[in-house]
């Protein structure tokens, strides 16, 4: 079983620069979510989805976008790279079911160091 | 808004000794309450959950929690420390109808042999 899929695992930009990262998830989830993990700060949410074409904006929203156009895929991009958006990245997928709400499934993160 | 405190951003026990993680919640309504462990390296994976069914909440590899309204409090408990314990621990809070979960600042826990 996959899961939670992220790609890259790692990556390095420079300022100014803009990517976007990937995340998947096998699981027919309806709520997916991308949590930026950061020292001393535990995990701060940026984004989540209750369903394809939903989104709406979590704690730390700016500079990032997402859109959900399948069940499946929920990518996060990085318009113009600064270096506070250095991080850990996760994204996380629920089944929103009533009866496990709340039970997040992680991927394995994406380290990024924007210089 | 809801938020979670985790007092203690390092706790150090002796293998064998009771493990206590204290998390305190803000909200104006009963929420869910979780607990979620990251090992090195890795995303974070469920503890344990409260949702209202029984304040005593049993989770994975022997972890329990307390849930105390009066108190505002959903301490994270394991009579007997053991090395793969190690870990970090976050407490979480959810109060609307979706997933849109909140996390605390963690814990780190070491064990010591």
């Known amino acids: 079983n996959a899961g939670v899929t992220q790609t890259p695992k790692f990556q390095v930009l420079k300022t100014g620069q803009s990517m976007t990262l990937q995340c998947a998830q096998d699981?027919?989830?309806?709520?997916m979510s991308w949590y930026r993990q950061d020292p001393g700060m535990g995990l701060r949410l940026i984004h989540y989805?209750?369903?394809?074409?939903?989104?709406d904006q979590g704690e730390v929203p700016n500079g990032y976008n997402v859109s959900r156009s399948t069940t499946e895929d929920f990518p996060l991009r990085l318009l113009s790279a600064a270096p506070s958006q250095t991080s850990v990245y996760f994204c996380?997928?629920?089944?929103?079911?009533?009866?496990?709400?709340?039970?997040?499934?992680f991927g394995e993160g994406s380290r990024l160091t924007v210089l | 808004a809801q938020s979670v405190t985790q007092l203690g951003s390092h706790v150090s026990v002796s293998e064998g000794a009771l493990v206590l993680l204290r998390c305190n919640y803000s909200?104006?309504?009963?929420?869910?309450l979780f607990w979620y462990v990251q090992y090195p390296n890795q995303g974070l994976q469920l503890l344990l959950k409260?949702?209202?069914?029984?304040?005593l909440v049993k989770g994975i590899n022997g972890f329990e929690a307390e849930f105390k309204k009066s108190e505002t409090s959903f301490h994270l408990t394991k009579p007997s420390a053991h090395m793969s314990d190690a870990a970090e621990y976050f407490c979480?809070?959810?109060?609307?109808?979706?997933?849109?979960?909140?996390f605390g600042p963690g814990t780190s826990l070491s064990v010591i042999p």
């Open positions: 996380a997928s629920s089944p929103g079911t009533s009866g496990r709400r709340g039970e997040l499934f």
């Open positions: 699981m027919n989830h309806e709520y």
């Open positions: 989805s209750v369903g394809a074409g939903i989104t």
């Open positions: 909200s104006s309504v009963p929420p869910y």
């Open positions: 409260y949702t209202s069914a029984a304040t």
């Open positions: 979480a809070v959810s109060l609307t109808s979706y997933d849109k979960v909140i």
